[in-house]
């Protein structure tokens, strides 16, 4: 009977022990729950989701990112403060032209209900001798009502997009809780250089729109590092667009982009590369005001 004992509490133990080890490689909270301390709360939600049904292909390619921003062959965005980096990528330049579902190569998404982001409108205009693709994108998860963002997507591009004068397009990612769409608006379509940004952050949970201190939780970042960051990336901007300008009123410019009240309006989202990014837009710049964005 002792050694029956013995053996029983073993097991149980170990049980025990394989159970609280469930599920620890990596904790990112709901940014739609509330909060058990500031900003690092872990708690998640019960909420009703669904099973992702399949995996789509693209699940088993290295990055969970899709991107559906329709340039042409061979163009690249423009450098975020400044940089070439992941934004030049293949990644960045595909066109989305089928409904596409997003699902996530490691099994962190598992219950969690399916992303499918799609081309709500498109059209092919020419502009000179040239043609130029213009789209904006459409929201779904499954079983989740989502008509209210997408409602605000439509009636904002759908006018402009109608027109040749401009192009819109988009790019997106998907990160567990957090979908982040990016619509862009090229004044002078062909010029990345002239694009006006727009941030879209939703929760996969409710559908609805995030904000900054919701992201910045789900991201598992404090505000202050966060402002930190956004800094250092608006120093080198400055740094590399405009060394050689050492005018008064370009110093008043670069110093009012550093005030808290500017830096607090930097809103972040997950790039297609899965980076924490920001957008802070219409900025003074000696250019006139521009949109900047950049890596943190």
């Known amino acids: 009977?002792?050694?029956?004992?013995?053996?029983?509490?073993?097991?149980?133990?170990?049980?025990?022990?394989?159970?609280?080890?469930?599920?620890?490689?990596?904790?990112?909270?709901?940014?739609?729950?509330?909060?058990?301390?500031?900003?690092?709360?872990?708690?998640?939600?019960?909420?009703?989701?669904?099973?992702?049904?399949?995996?789509?292909?693209?699940s088993k390619q290295s990055d969970e990112?899709?991107?559906?921003?329709?340039?042409?062959?061979?163009?690249?965005?423009?450098?975020e403060s400044g940089k070439t980096t992941e934004s030049s990528k293949t990644s960045e330049s595909k066109t989305t032209e089928t409904k596409t579902s997003e699902t996530t190569k490691d099994g962190d998404n598992s219950g969690l209900a399916t992303v499918s982001i799609?081309?709500?409108?498109?059209?092919?205009?020419?502009?000179?001798?040239?043609?130029?693709?213009?789209?904006?994108?459409?929201?779904?998860?499954?079983?989740?009502?989502?008509?209210?963002?997408?409602?605000?997507?439509?009636?904002?591009f759908k006018p402009i997009a109608k027109k040749n004068n401009y192009r819109v397009g988009y790019t997106y990612y998907v990160r567990k809780y957090l979908i982040s769409v990016v619509v862009f608006v090229e004044k002078n379509p062909g010029n990345a250089?002239?694009?006006?940004y727009y941030v879209y952050?939703?929760?996969r949970?409710?559908?609805?729109?995030?904000?900054?201190?919701?992201v910045l939780k789900s991201l598992g970042m404090k505000e202050a590092t966060f402002n930190t960051k956004v800094k250092a990336s608006l120093q080198n901007y400055w740094k590399t667009n405009y060394k050689k300008d050492t005018s008064a009123e370009k110093k008043e410019m670069e110093k009012k982009s550093y005030t808290t009240k500017s830096l607090n309006s930097a809103m972040p989202y997950m790039n297609t590369n899965g980076k924490i990014s920001y957008v802070l837009r219409q900025v003074e710049t000696p250019n006139g005001k521009v949109d900047i964005y950049g890596t943190c």
Do not use: H, W
Request: aromatic letters at 4%.
């Open 65 to 79: 990112s899709k991107a559906s921003e329709t340039t042409k062959e061979g163009e690249t965005k423009p450098s």
């Open 118 to 156: 799609y081309n709500a409108y498109k059209r092919t205009f020419k502009k000179g001798k040239k043609s130029y693709k213009t789209q904006y994108p459409k929201i779904m998860i499954a079983n989740v009502n989502t008509t209210k963002v997408n409602k605000e997507i439509a009636d904002k």
């Open 201 to 203: 952050n939703v929760s």
């Open 1 to 58: 009977m002792k050694l029956k004992t013995i053996v029983s509490a073993a097991l149980l133990l170990s049980m025990t022990a394989s159970i609280a080890g469930c599920g620890l490689k990596r904790s990112e909270p709901d940014p739609t729950s509330a909060p058990t301390t500031p900003v690092e709360s872990s708690e998640t939600t019960t909420e009703s989701t669904t099973e992702e049904t399949k995996k789509s292909e693209e």
């Open 193 to 196: 250089k002239t694009r006006d």
């Open 205 to 214: 949970i409710n559908g609805k729109k995030l904000t900054r201190a919701q």
